[in-house]
Each structure stands twice: as C-alpha cells, then as structure tokens.
C-alpha cells in the first residue's frame, strides 16, 4: 500500500504565484524525497531532506519536513509554466534493508501563463 | 553521460500474450528498481535487485509477474499471459547502491493489454 498521500490533488496557479504542496506519511524514516513527472513519464529528482532536518532549499524549491506530525510540505515559488508536472514524494522505511521507495499519490500542478 | 533507457517506448498487446520489458541502467549502478503506475496514481513498487544478492521481489503482484537482471547491467520484466489491469507504465529506475538514496528513472514503458 502506498504510504504517502499528497494534497491538494491537482492545483492551478498564475505564473509567478507560489505553489504550495503536502504529503503525509504513515511510518518512520531516513529521508523524504520530492519527485517531479511530465506527461506520465519519468520521474526525476527534485530533493532529499533527512529525518533529523527540518527544512532545505534547492534554488526555488523549499522543503519543510516535520517528523512529528509525519508531514512535509513543497514550495515552489515564483513559478513558471515549464513547472507544470506533477510532483510526488517519497519515502523510505526506517531499518529496511532495502532502498524501496514509497511514493505518494501526487499532486497535479498546472502553472497558467 | 546516459540516463537509464528502457524499450519499448510504447507496447501495445493482446490479452493471454506475454510482455518482456526492457532497462538498462546508469552504468555503475548496482541497484536497480521496477515500478509500476496506473493511470493518474502513484507508482507501486515491484521489485529491487541488488548487486549478487536475492532480489526483493515482495511487490510484484502475481506469478506472472517475473524480473531478471544480469549481472550488474540489463534487467527484463516479464508479464506473462496478460491481463488488461496490467496496462500501465512501467519505470525502471537505478541508484549507486541500495544507500545510494536518489534514484534515477528511465523515461518508462506505457503498456496497453487490449
């Protein structure tokens, strides 16, 4: 079963607005990581922040990771339409022997111009 | 330098045939990870192979589901007698080693069981 769940769904913006998305996640971790997809192909890497951090930048992106509450939030700021995609996180499981990730459902991010 | 590639792009079939998917890694990657998403879904995990160690193969979803890699290079999923649940993209993915932690996609292969 899939241990993230990212809200909201789908989000549409103006170009230049700032975009705002959550996941949640049920069990302990290592790492969240945020992926991004177009068109339903592949995912590439956005960023990696580890359990003991609370927030990392990467150029426009800013992730808040809050270990208490099991949720972690994605900020892209001052979007363009090439942003448009849909974003997932992904978690991995404490202590497991593997690098297995599990992703979320995603979020649909349309950015107008 | 290359990404993982995957073949086919596109695989379109009839149900009861069988699918082999195809991906090669980054080279040097000595984790490799099959995924698989439906339609407006995340991506499920199938399975993991690492380096000479027995594969985890803990999320395929039945029997006809099967995976194989050599060595450290190529891997091929096989669907065996399909079904038309089973259409959906298929991503590969690879990472340095299973602490590698940033996995690396391949652009997937969109599979339509009519």
């Known amino acids: 079963s899939q241990q993230g769940e990212e809200d909201p769904q789908a989000l549409s913006i103006q170009e230049g607005e700032n975009a705002t998305m959550n996941c949640s996640y049920k069990t302990s971790i290592n790492n969240l990581q945020w992926y991004r997809q177009n068109s339903g192909r592949g995912l590439v890497h956005l960023i990696l922040i580890r359990s003991n951090e609370r927030e990392k930048h990467s150029g426009r992106l800013r992730v808040t990771l809050d270990t208490s509450k099991k949720s972690s939030s994605l900020l892209i700021t001052a979007s363009r339409a090439a942003d448009t995609a849909s974003y997932f996180c992904?978690?991995?499981?404490?202590?497991?022997?593997?690098?297995?990730?599990?992703f979320g459902t995603g979020t649909l991010l349309a950015v107008q111009p | 330098g290359a990404g993982v590639s995957q073949s086919p792009s596109n695989k379109v079939t009839e149900k009861g045939k069988d699918v082999e998917l195809r991906c090669d890694p980054i080279?040097?990657?000595?984790?490799l990870y099959w995924y698989r998403q439906r339609l407006g879904q995340g991506l499920e995990f199938l399975i993991y192979f690492q380096g000479n160690s027995a594969p985890d193969k803990s999320g395929l979803p039945s029997d006809r589901f099967s995976a194989e890699r050599t060595g450290e290079s190529v891997s091929t999923l096989t669907i065996q007698r399909t079904q038309q649940e089973d259409s959906a993209v298929y991503l590969c993915?690879?990472?340095?080693?299973?602490?590698?932690?940033?996995?690396?996609f391949g652009p997937g292969t969109r599979l339509l069981v009519l």
């Open positions: 080279s040097g990657h000595t984790a």
């Open positions: 992904a978690t991995d499981s404490l202590g497991g022997a593997t690098n297995k990730l599990i």
């Open positions: 993915a690879s990472s340095l080693d299973y602490r590698g932690e940033t996995q690396y």
